[in-house]
Nanobody
Framework: LPQLVESGGGSVQAGGSFKLSCVVS???????MAWFRQATGKEREGVAA????????YYADFVKGRSTISLDKNNDTVYLQMNNLKFEDTAMYYC?????????????????WGRGTQVTVSS
């Protein structure tokens, strides 16, 4: 079965940036890799996705222009870079996998999940 392991979370100042990593194993072929996040008391929401077949990317409106999802095929790693952080970016960030993507999708569309990495934005 696929395994996804996130890292790179922590405490970051407002206005700063972070870069999260998700190492993926146990997969083959092309896939859709995504980042979701869930703040305390809120539903899980999609942040960004990338299709490994052709590199197409999809972003939630609230991160467009300040976030980049990227893929390192040699190291089976997906990254999420986010800049100009706001307090509302505080959340647990999860890496997720499904077979194909033509949009960001919802959590129910994804079959495999990592355990998450916490990001806390502070003043």
């Amino acid at each position: 079965l696929p395994q996804l392991v996130e890292s790179g979370g922590g405490s970051v100042q407002a206005g700063g940036s972070f870069k999260l990593s998700c190492v993926v194993s146990g997969i083959w072929g092309t896939n859709c890799m995504a980042w979701f996040r869930q703040a305390t008391g809120k539903e899980r929401e999609g942040v960004a996705a990338i299709y490994t077949g052709d590199g197409r990317t999809y972003y939630a409106d609230f991160v467009k222009g300040r976030s980049t999802i990227s893929l390192d095929k040699n190291n089976d790693t997906v990254y999420l870079q986010m800049n100009n952080l706001k307090f509302e970016d505080t959340a647990m960030y999860y890496c997720a996998l499904r077979g194909y993507c033509f949009d960001l999708g919802t959590p129910d569309n994804y079959n495999y999940w990592g355990r998450g990495t916490q990001v806390t934005v502070s003043s």
